[in-house]
């Protein structure tokens, strides 16, 4: 069965889908995360065959979350280290993890438990408002038609009432958003 590519659908989701979708990708960044940084490391910790990790390892490298740095000249000897936007994908292993252990672990409890560093607690992550820091639920929620969305798409989105358009949420348009997103459609 062929792979249907999501990389150019207007869609963030189904860009990062595209991306990290797969079974051991998400499962490399972990390790990564959690300070694994050569081959056989991750070989070891994660029981992935070769080939496997290669192609991953180098997708990885190729989209720019993490930079293959040499360790050593005879022979030459490659580290994987998290790029800022391999850095900037914890907080969604974070919300996997939280996500994890409240749905999915088993009676003996969570199988990783992560501390801040700065207060010193024992903390999961929580999903928040980045303007008033409310946890954000799902019930709280409204798509608004945004700038990135095709025309043709989002009128057909604000037709069927699954976005509205910002004019009608009484957020201002942004700067090249499309003219759906902007007003109202008839």
């Known amino acids: 069965m062929k792979r249907t ?3 150019a659908w ?7 889908v ?4 797969d079974w051991w990708t998400p499962l490399v960044l972990r390790e990564a995360v959690f300070g694994v940084r050569r081959f056989e490391e991750f070989q070891r910790h994660l029981g992935i065959g070769r080939n496997v990790l290669a192609q991953r390892l180098n997708r990885l ?3 720019g979350l993490m930079d293959r740095v040499p360790y050593q000249d005879r022979p030459l000897r490659h580290e994987y280290v998290l790029t800022t936007k391999g ?6 292993l974070a919300a996997i993890i939280a996500w994890g252990d409240t749905w999915l672990s088993d009676d003996s409890g969570a199988p990783v438990v992560l501390r801040h560093r700065t207060c010193g607690h024992e903390t999961q992550a929580v999903v928040a ?3 008033c820091g409310d946890a954000l639920r799902i019930e709280d929620m409204e798509a608004l038609a945004g700038p990135g969305l095709p025309t043709d798409i989002a009128d057909l989105a604000v037709a069927s009432g ?3 358009t910002r004019a009608a949420a009484g957020v201002p348009a942004a700067e090249g958003e499309p003219a759906a997103a902007a007003a109202d459609s008839p």
């Open 10 to 16: 207007p869609c963030s989701i189904a860009r990062a």
């Open 87 to 92: 850095r900037d994908f914890f907080p969604v």
């Open 61 to 63: 490298v190729d989209e």
């Open 162 to 164: 699954r976005f509205r």
């Open 18 to 21: 595209d991306l990290l979708g």
């Open 129 to 131: 408002c980045a303007k």
């Open 5 to 7: 590519p999501f990389g």
